[in-house]
């Protein structure tokens, strides 16, 4: 059987660092009033769709407003949990 031929490899050079890199600024923490509002939102959300639930029918704001105080507490919590992604 014919023995293969063997090729020599050629050394790695690593690329060139010809780049320029600039540096990432990098974001501090988030503000705590910022924090406040987001818990805050989701908190008055949940705070609306139980008063909705227990006393709905007595609140006379609340019982005009009818499947509208679904709509109102849980936009609130969707709020405050969007707020969260920009949280650091």
Same mark, same amino acid.
């Given at each position: ?24 600024? $990098? *974001? /501090?923490?988030?503000? %705590? ?9 989701? +908190? =008055? @959300? ?7 639930? $227990? *006393? /709905?029918?007595?609140? %006379? ?9 679904? +709509? =109102? @507490? ?7 949990? $969007? ?6």
């Amino acid at each position: 059987m014919p023995k293969s031929k063997v090729r020599k490899k050629t050394v790695y050079t690593p690329p060139s660092s010809d780049r320029t890199t600039t540096p990432v600024k $990098l *974001a /501090g923490p988030t503000h %705590p009033v910022y924090i406040a509002v987001m818990l805050g939102m989701m +908190l =008055i @959300g949940l705070a609306w769709l139980v008063v909705n639930y $227990l *006393a /709905g029918n007595s609140i %006379p704001f609340m019982a005009t407003l009818g499947p509208w105080n679904f +709509l =109102i @507490g849980f936009s609130l919590i969707v709020i405050g949990l $969007l707020m969260t992604m920009r949280w650091r």
